[in-house]
């Protein structure tokens, strides 16, 4: 009796390590399915994963095969997910994240910090944060192959999303379900005024001192740019008048714009932190409640280069000036 019943479970136990060993087999063309999810071109992929485009092609479609559904629609140009094949695609990046974590724990197990870690960081932060920090931080972790972009949020949020980069520094908050925060430090805003403005003989400015005043802003696609028209009520901004036509993706070229007595402009601290004083412009702090926003350090991968992550939040922190830390009345701008 005892054998009969072992027989009967046998087939049920080899059906089970035969989809064991098709997973392990298909780690590579899960890597290959989001190659093509991320490029949206099959040859594309194919150079990204240096196989060749026959290899990839193939092996792709032996998956699709082995599953029973159609991953592509090849008929659109660019290559799309089907809607079962957004999916699929979906559960192979949790399924390749939960192998990449197995080397996660031997590193983390020995206590080591090595590999690349790719990081993106916003435009309005990336130059007058990063020389603050990452002195110290290669430093401290030689063997960390640290890799930086600067990039607006919503291309920092996609790519996180898509495992093209390992974390983000945002100043704003991300809604969605994939995305963990960490909060850095609450920056506050300054006003930056020509000398030749009346306001730059204030010692402190309210909101309402800025009616009448034309503000440069950055163009569209920055979050900055939301901030200041969120702190401004959406009042009068300079960016599209008569006489002068013109729009910046950079805070430097904003803060020229003032000192050639062109406006004011807000600025986030960090943006005049070590500056020189020009005596052109002048620095004016807001009245309390100070409007200020939150920088903040997302990731993707809730456990995946966690201690990474830790390490590199710890030397940024280290970094700010510790009157960002000291509590005072302030408007939190999302």
């Known amino acids: 009796m005892k054998g009969k019943h072992t027989l009967k479970k046998l087939p049920a136990l080899i059906f089970d390590f035969e989809h064991f060993f098709l997973f392990i087999m298909t780690l590579t063309q899960l890597n290959y399915i989001i190659a093509v999810d991320n490029y949206r071109h099959f040859a594309d992929a194919a150079q990204k994963c240096y196989v060749t485009q026959p290899t990839l092609s193939m092996q792709i479609h032996k ?25 699929i695609i979906g559960q192979a990046r949790l399924t390749l994240k939960d192998s990449d974590r197995i080397k996660e724990l031997i590193s983390e197990g020995q206590n080591e910090f090595t590999g690349t870690f790719r990081v993106g960081v916003i435009p309005s932060v990336a130059p007058y944060l990063l020389p603050y920090f990452l002195k110290n931080f290669t430093h401290k ?30 100043a704003q908050s991300i809604k969605e379900k994939n995305i963990f925060e960490l909060p850095l430090f609450n920056e506050p805003f300054i006003v ?40 401004l009520d959406k009042k009068k901004i300079l960016t599209d008048n008569e006489t002068v036509q013109f729009e910046s993706g950079n805070i430097e070229t904003l803060k020229n714009l003032v000192e050639q007595n062109f406006g004011l402009t807000l600025l986030p601290k960090l943006a005049i932190r ?61």
């Open 192 to 231: 930056y005024v020509s000398a030749k403005n009346q306001l730059s003989r204030k010692s402190d400015i309210t909101i309402n001192d800025l009616d009448g005043h034309h503000v440069w802003v950055l163009r569209k696609g920055h979050c900055l740019r939301d901030q200041v028209l969120h702190i």
């Open 141 to 170: 972790y030689p063997k960390i192959d640290l890799k930086i972009e600067e990039a607006l949020t919503d291309t920092i949020v996609y790519k996180v999303n898509h495992d093209k980069l390992d974390a983000g520094i945002l």
């Open 274 to 334: 070590g500056s020189k004083q020009n005596s052109q412009a002048k620095v004016c702090n807001f009245k309390s409640p100070v409007p200020e926003r939150s920088v903040k350090l997302i990731y993707g991968r809730l456990f995946l280069k966690k201690n990474i992550i830790d390490a590199f939040k710890k030397e940024i922190i280290a970094s700010i000036p510790k009157e960002f830390f000291n509590g005072r009345n302030s408007i939190l701008i999302a």
């Open 63 to 87: 998956l699709e095969q082995e599953l029973g559904v159609q991953i592509f629609d090849r008929s659109k140009h660019p290559v799309i997910p089907t809607k079962i094949g957004e999916k």
